[in-house]
C-alpha cells in the first residue's frame, strides 16, 4: 500500500482527550516529529480529526 508522512506541528497542550489520543495513535509524540504510516481510510479520518496539528508531508 502507499505511505503518507505526518508531521506534527502544534503541541497537543490544551486540547481534549481524544484528540492526544488521535496523536498517540498516529505514532505523534513532539513537535516537528514526522512518521510515516500506511494511508488508509482509518488513518485519513485520524488526520482530519487533529488536522490543526498536523500536516502531510510530500
Do not use: F
Amino acid at each position: 500500500m502507499a505511505t503518507i508522512k505526518i508531521k506534527q506541528v502544534k503541541s497537543k497542550i490544551g486540547y481534549p482527550l481524544d484528540q492526544k489520543r488521535t496523536l498517540q495513535c498516529l505514532g505523534l509524540r513532539k513537535i516537528s516529529q514526522v512518521v510515516e504510516v500506511e494511508d488508509s481510510p482509518s488513518v485519513r479520518g485520524m488526520i482530519r480529526k487533529v488536522h490543526h496539528l498536523v500536516t502531510v508531508v510530500e
